[in-house]
């Protein structure tokens, strides 16, 4: 029973550091005034003190000795942690600063907290708020090496031209699936990310409701050396990958190196004749967001759509129809509707005969054992979000073009994930 007591005791003192410290980011993260405009806010970073050059504690140099002793290192860094959006469940596999216990906090703050836990000595300023084309560059230019962790291509855009602008190295990397990439943009004389991707990629091409999802520990690996070459950048050893990239490739677990272009002369940004000379808006210029959220697409008219609640009434009446699930067959695996037909999206788009044949016959014979009297027979097509289920319709328009007199082809809005939070809560979201 004492022991009991001794150990929750220990336990709550714990708890009570632990809120003592919270207490303190969030009482830093209140000076910064999050309640006022951007401006405000950035300005207001901007004055945060210039880094002493101070002498590390007897504890720091124990605990850092088996790195101090490296020649190459030194003791003084800043952290700042940008990120505009709050811990989800989803993010756990992965991103290993988030806990739990931090889903729905501010991630930003969470990882301050969970780098402060580790080392309280580390001075870490989290910003939560989304990096855009007024505030990056103000931000950006107390720093003295940015480390590109985003998922979009606004932001990279946002990025690079922000580190050109202040002529700040960009240590950049990305994961997808089974693979990741790391570059090192606009040091010691190479290229920045505009001088290999002059021009955004079409948004279609990027907003893709399957964005394909990643491996939890390639982007532990990538961030792993990007924290390598930070260090080494800081340090004055150097990177080794300015006008390279390093390819992790998990399935075969091998990393190998390519030579990239140099820097332009013609580059808008870097170039010798910028075009770019102080940041513009990002996602105008891409025609997408600048987040990992999907982007809603609006490629058909709303006589062509119908949302969740419909569908479910169309259900509950026994409205014959066929549903088409095109999402990818991983994702059809972790859930589906149980009377949808599946045809992935990819098919449709080389046209399959196979595929087309299936869905032809699926039609055929639910026509055929519905009333009589339907003169345009329902087709629906469902996918994860409602972006891929219209391009889908679009597709179906040209492939049963014939028989499109006699078929109502739609698409449902919000996809399955709109079924899941509308009508359906034990469907699984993912
Ligand atoms: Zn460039």
């Not at 009991?4 to 980011?25: G, N, P």
């Not at 990279?156 to 922000?162: G, I, K």
């Not at 399959?352 to 087709?379: C, G, H, M, W």
Request: charged share 25%; with cysteine; hydrophobic share 35%.
């Amino acid at each position: 029973m004492e022991a009991e007591v001794a150990r929750l005791r220990d336990e709550l003192s714990k708890k009570e550091q632990e809120v003592e410290r919270l207490r303190a980011v969030s009482a830093h993260l209140q000076q910064n005034s999050y309640s006022g405009n951007m401006f405000a806010l950035v300005k207001q970073l901007t004055e945060v003190p210039p880094l002493e050059e101070k002498s590390l504690s007897k504890e720091e140099i124990m605990r850092y000795s088996r790195q101090l002793i490296i020649p190459e290192l030194g003791v003084k860094g800043r952290l700042g942690l940008l990120d505009y959006d709050d811990v989800e469940l989803s993010n756990l596999q992965r991103q290993v600063l988030h806990a739990e216990d931090k889903v729905g906090m501010s991630k930003a703050l969470s990882a301050a907290t969970t780098i402060n836990r580790l080392n309280s000595n580390v001075e870490c300023i989290p910003y939560h708020f989304q990096l855009n084309y007024k505030n990056a560059k103000q931000l950006i230019q107390q720093y003295d090496i940015v480390v590109d962790c985003s998922d979009n291509v606004p932001t990279r855009f946002l990025v690079n031209d922000a580190c050109v602008l202040s002529g700040k190295p960009l240590v950049s990397a990305s994961a997808l699936r089974m693979e990741g990439q790391l570059t090192v943009y606009n040091y010691n004389g190479g290229p920045c990310y505009r001088c290999l991707y002059p021009k955004p990629p079409p948004a279609e091409t990027v907003t893709n409701c399957s964005d394909g999802g990643v491996l939890g520990v390639v982007p532990g690996i990538l961030g792993c050396i990007q924290a390598l070459e930070v260090l080494k950048i800081a340090s004055g050893i150097g990177s080794s990958y300015s006008q390279q990239m390093l390819i992790f490739d998990a399935l075969e677990a091998r990393f190998r190196t390519i030579k990239l272009r140099p820097k332009q002369p013609t580059c808008a940004v870097c170039g010798e004749n910028p075009t770019v000379k102080e940041l513009i808006d990002y996602e105008r210029f891409c025609g997408s967001a600048a987040t990992d959220q999907c982007r809603t697409l609006h490629l058909l008219t709303g006589e062509q759509r119908v949302t969740v609640q419909e569908y479910k009434q169309l259900l509950d009446q026994d409205v014959p129809h066929v549903l088409v699930d095109v999402r990818p067959q991983v994702e059809v695996d972790i859930c589906h509707l149980p009377h949808s037909i599946y045809v992935p999206l990819a098919k449709l788009e080389e046209k399959n005969a196979e595929y087309v044949k299936l869905l032809q016959n699926n039609i055929n014979l639910s026509r055929k054992e519905a009333a009589a009297d339907i003169v345009t027979f329902p087709v629906y097509v469902i996918c994860k979000q409602g972006n891929d289920s219209q391009k889908a319709v679009k597709l179906l328009q040209e492939i049963l073009d014939n028989e499109l007199c006699s078929l109502s082809v739609k698409d449902i809005q919000g996809g399955l994930m709109a079924w899941a939070r509308k009508i359906d809560p034990t469907f699984p979201q993912y």
